[in-house]
């Protein structure tokens, strides 16, 4: 029955984590209460010859070594007490059973300095007093345990009534479901149901997940969550114990302090986890010491549920445009920068993929994107020479939608094939017509060398700035106004009528605004356009059209 209770605890902890909602974060309570309950599941699965005394002392020594959290101490402090009944007898029978509850939840409340009721605590509470009723009114075991859990559960749906965090949030609290959850699994194995006895190693996790409820640092009173165990050179006294559980006070709160004959389980907030360390030195040597920054830990946990709603909402968002009906056309765009990227969306494509010259997406990347964009037929932008042999691979594996790639190589060739898309015209003949909106734009890109070299005769020094043309270097030069100016003087003739200036991350706007001005006054024949583009590596991106 108590590997079967451990089994069930373990299969469904994520499901008990989701319910760890306090308002003074300390852990992910299924994860938990899986590493205790697991910790005296192998000891149990160890027992060659099991017997009533090696079984309970097995549990009771199995939990407590392995309890993690304030959810796991508690739990191997019912397990302790339970035990500690049940290891004077061979059989079990419904008033072995009732003293044993009564003994476990007396053992637990004593563990705990400030007992909270709402929790895990009031749920075995509730199911110890049923134990005691049922007393008298009938010895079938089945009959018993089952009003037993019952009524457990009857009394976690009332804590949210008793804890006013666990009802904003909408749920139970989650130790007290760990608890039914173990008794459930129990149960079961009571019965004779089919159960998995095969014990898997449960690992602990790197750091600790804290709840939902949005809280303030400085509501976090203690920061350190801090857990160790104190193997006695002696075993300590009612005295010593009171001595030490009154010092953990001075210094912290969730304090939970439970002295086995060999070893003292320790759980405390406080600020400083040092003096605590300190002080248990003196009862005996410290093992399994574990501290966790309770502030930054909580801030990392807003930050996962921000960019988890996120995501939600974007799946949400996504599905919904999977379930209405396919439109005639979408767009698909390869692109690089915020400014760029809302031009495109402007323009009306539907998906973005983020790649470019440093960063040319994959087939399945493209692949991906066309699964999201709900229409019949979907133009991919590729807007890099690199990336159109992706973008002609994922066209040929694509075959529950029309997918054709307009083949620009630059951001420039892509804005103005979608400029000229005709809503009203057939897929083949805006093929064409974007294709040959491209043919009319040309672009130049103003970066820097990373090494020295000569490339059309052009000697480039590391360092320098170059504007780089559809068919090569077109400028050379120390500063990037004269060279881009430079760059867009050998880009047009006399058919040019437009210059767009798209500046990147690393240019303001003033500078780009200047470098428009200069351009206006050595061709003032031409239109200037500036645009925020947002791109790495390119100063500016420009199109002569």
Not at 67 to 94: D, H, P, W
Not at 250 to 279: M, Y
């Amino acid at each position: 029955m108590f590997i079967a209770g451990a089994k069930n605890l373990e299969a469904k902890k994520e499901w008990i984590n989701e319910l760890n909602v306090f308002p003074v974060p300390d852990g992910d309570t299924g994860t938990n209460m899986t590493l205790t309950i697991m910790s005296a599941a192998k000891e149990v699965g160890g027992i060659t010859e099991p017997t009533m005394e090696n079984m309970a002392k097995a549990i009771s020594t199995g939990s407590l070594r392995g309890a993690r959290g304030n959810s796991g101490v508690i739990l191997s402090q019912l397990f302790r007490g339970f035990t500690r009944e049940i290891k004077k007898y061979e059989e079990i029978n419904t008033e072995v059973l009732s003293r044993a509850c009564v003994k476990a939840v007396e053992t637990a409340y004593k563990a705990v300095m400030k007992p909270k009721e709402g929790t895990i605590l009031t749920v075995a509470k509730g199911m110890a007093d049923k134990a005691c009723e049922m007393l008298g009114e009938t010895d079938d075991l089945a009959v018993v345990i089952d009003e037993i859990i019952k009524h457990g559960d009857y009394v976690l749906s009332q804590t949210p009534e008793m804890l006013p965090v666990l009802k904003q949030a909408g749920v139970v609290d989650s130790g007290g479901q760990g608890l039914m959850t173990v008794l459930k699994g129990a149960y079961d194995a009571f019965l004779g149901k089919e159960v998995d006895y095969t014990l898997d190693e449960v690992s602990a996790p790197s750091g600790i997940n804290k709840d939902d409820i949005p809280m303030e640092e400085a509501d976090i009173k203690f920061g350190y969550c801090t857990e160790f165990i104190i193997n006695l050179d002696k075993p300590m006294s009612d005295e010593t114990e009171k001595s030490f559980k009154e010092f953990l006070e001075s210094i912290g709160d969730s304090i939970v302090l439970v002295a086995d004959d060999e070893i003292v389980k320790v759980h405390v907030h406080t600020n400083q986890p040092g003096e605590a360390f300190t002080r248990a030195l003196t009862y005996g040597s410290l093992s399994r010491m574990k501290i966790d920054n309770m502030r930054e830990e909580h801030h990392e946990r807003l930050i996962k549920n921000a960019e988890k709603l996120a995501e939600q909402q974007k799946a949400e968002e996504e599905k919904k445009k999977t379930d209405e009906p396919k439109k005639k056309y979408g767009f698909i765009a390869v692109s690089v920068g915020e400014g760029l990227d809302e031009i495109f969306k402007g323009l009306n494509v539907d998906y973005i993929i983020s790649g470019g010259q440093t960063m040319n997406p994959s087939t399945e990347d493209i692949l991906n994107a066309v699964e999201k964009v709900n229409a019949e037929t979907i133009f991919v932008l590729p807007n890099n020479k690199n990336i159109i042999l992706a973008a002609n691979q994922a066209e040929s594996l694509v075959e529950d939608k029309n997918v054709i790639v307009i083949p620009s190589k630059t951001i420039p060739q892509g804005i103005s094939a979608m400029i000229g898309f005709v809503e009203d015209n057939s897929a083949e003949d805006n093929k064409e017509a974007m294709t040959d909106s491209m043919s009319y734009v040309k672009t130049g890109e103003i970066t820097y060398a990373v090494r020295d070299t000569v490339i059309d005769d052009k000697e480039i020094r590391e360092g320098n700035i170059m504007g780089i043309g559809d068919e090569g270097i077109l400028s050379v030069g120390d500063d990037i106004t004269a060279t881009t100016v430079d760059m867009i003087k050998k880009m047009q003739d006399e058919d040019s009528e437009i210059v767009s200036i798209y500046y990147g991350e690393g240019v303001t706007e003033d500078e780009a605004q200047t470098l428009a001005s200069k351009l206006s006054e050595e061709l003032p024949d031409l239109e200037v356009e500036v645009y925020s583009g947002g791109q790495p590596v390119y100063y500016y991106i420009a199109s002569v059209e």
